[in-house]
């Protein structure tokens, strides 16, 4: 949370940057870790460096898209994470193989460079974004007016709804709910990705194999979730594309991690589609620092729950029992009074069309 209300204080350009480059340096610096010690500290630093990146991301985009594009802007965000895992999986899988090369351990060629892109990325942000549609020179004047106005609009309405204010972001119960429906979304999200290499493992295959098998669920679900976030805009319906994709992740790895990969680019919709000013910057990290407590839950409990029954069985059935309960406060919630209203505004024009 102090992260986005610093970079709605001092500008997205400036603070992406800094995120960006000192994650970087953290992430490589990681390969000089020696023990429990060293490691825990390191991780920490790594975890302050990037806490703020991703609602960081997601408040920026509200400067630029109006929610009714939001689901497929946000989809076209968060395939990256997918995608970096097709990519990811099987290239760190060969790096851990390079054993000894320049004097390293393949897990420390493994932090060094996989370090360096965040780094060349946040120089390239402190040149190359803009804060706002105002200010973009590559757009025309009628450009930059045709996308201000709606935005202008939907924060205006926020603000009349009582979505405005720091104190609203953080004790609105909707937003409270949303941090319970992320916190669901994400058990499920790390339980998968921190275990599903394990589970492959049980089939005798090498680092490099696993890799490339890892790969297969990430490179499916990045797919789907750009169609799915379209889909949400195209009808202007946002629970049920919340709802829907996390029952799938009963039946399979492949078809769980299509599902939880299509509903969180719809998710990130709903809290950028009633929250505005402070009080999205505040809300909105409130939102992903409920939901990333999963990421400690999820893979935490499918571990235990290994050691104690020696199988994934039971460990799944949790991870879909948490999906379970995610879709069902989906659904619980109402649309709300923004996006009930920018549904009804769009219907007539849609049906002159």
């Known amino acids: 949370m102090p992260s986005n209300l610093l970079l709605a204080r001092v500008g997205a350009r400036r603070w992406i940057a800094r995120i960006l480059v000192s994650w970087g340096i953290i992430a490589a610096a990681m390969s000089l870790v020696g023990g429990p010690v060293s490691f825990y500290v390191m991780r920490f630093l790594l975890g302050v460096a990037e806490a703020g990146f991703f609602p960081g991301i997601i408040l920026y985009l509200t400067f630029w898209f109006p929610a009714r594009e939001r689901a497929r802007i946000i989809s076209l965000l968060m395939a990256a994470v997918p995608i970096s895992t097709v990519i990811g999986a099987p290239v760190s899988g060969a790096l851990l193989g390079l054993e000894g090369m320049g004097g390293l351990k393949g897990w420390q060629l493994l932090f060094v460079i996989e370090g360096v892109p965040a780094i060349l990325l946040g ?26 106005g709606p935005l202008k609009t ?3 309405a926020a603000t009349l709804a009582g979505y405005a204010q720091l104190r ?3 004790t609105q119960p909707r937003v409270l709910a949303l941090g319970l429906l992320y916190f669901c979304i994400v058990v499920g999200l790390y339980g998968i990705g921190f275990w599903m290499p394990q589970v492959i493992q049980g089939c005798g295959l090498d680092p490099l194999q696993i890799g490339m098998l890892t790969a297969i669920p990430y490179l499916f679900a990045s797919g789907d979730m750009v169609l799915w976030g379209w889909h949400s805009d195209a009808t202007g319906e946002r ?6 994709p996390l029952a799938p992740m009963t039946l399979a790895l492949t078809v769980a991690t299509i599902g939880i990969f299509a509903a969180i680019g719809t998710f990130w919709s709903l809290p950028t589609a009633h929250l505005t000013g402070t009080a ?18 999820g893979p935490l409990i499918v571990g235990v729950m290994k050691d104690a029954t020696g199988t994934f069985t039971t460990a799944l059935l949790f991870l879909a029992g948490a999906m379970a309960l995610g879709g069902a406060v989906a659904l619980v919630l109402g649309p709300g009074a923004p996006l009930a209203t920018e549904r009804t505004s769009r219907g007539p024009a849609r049906r002159r069309r």
């Not at 190359?128 to 757009?139: I, T, V």
């Not at 629970?239 to 829907?244: E, M, P, T």
């Not at 999205?280 to 839950?297: D, H, P, Q, R």
């Open 239 to 244: 629970r049920w594309h919340v709802a829907l």
């Open 280 to 297: 999205a910057a505040a809300g909105l990290a409130l939102v992903n620092s409920i939901g990333n407590a999963g990421g400690l839950v």
């Open 123 to 148: 120089i390239a942000a402190w040149f190359l974004l803009d804060e706002q549609p105002e200010e973009a020179k590559w757009l025309t004047e009628a450009e930059r007016r045709a996308l201000a």
């Open 154 to 156: 939907e924060a205006k």
């Open 168 to 170: 609203q972001g953080l």
